[in-house]
């Protein structure tokens, strides 16, 4: 099952005035999930995997290959564009597939992305714990940081 917004995307800001400005980011729903079984098709596709588990979780099951590697509690300022922490790939039509362990916190902030115009983050649906039950994390994880540790 993919979520979806029933209504478009909206942010809103207050002016110095009384007016308030809202601007509509997207007219159509936006999923916001991926199912593990999606997860090469995305990376095929060319959704940009963010690994948000920490360094701990990574050395036990292994980094994501090809992933954007992120410390959970920097990731909202680094993938927001304009942000003073951005990163340079960060931009409103960037495309996110966040994970974490069990994919709750990817969740909560792929909903902020969004909310900050950013409308092509997903959150990977169970997170690495899913992809590793589904028996596709072993085959798109590597140990190599282990040689370097």
Sequence with gaps: MT???????TTTSATTSAAVVTTVVSDRPAPLSVQPT????????????????GDAGRREH?????A?????????EALTPHAPG???AAAHDARWLL?????????????HLQARGVA???FLVGGHRALR?????????????????
């Design 3 to 9: 979520l979806a917004i029933d209504v478009p995307v």
């Design 86 to 88: 951005a990163l340079r």
């Design 68 to 76: 954007l590697a992120l410390d959970l509690d920097e990731a909202l």
């Design 62 to 66: 292994g980094a994501l290959l090809g």
């Design 38 to 53: 999606e997860y090469r098709a995305a990376q095929a596709a060319g959704v940009r995997v963010v690994d948000l588990r």
């Design 133 to 149: 039950s589904a028996g596709i994390g072993t085959a798109d994880t590597s140990d190599a940081h282990r040689y370097f540790a």
């Design 99 to 111: 994970v974490t362990e069990d994919g709750y916190d990817a969740e909560w902030l792929a909903w």
């Design 120 to 122: 092509g983050t997903r």
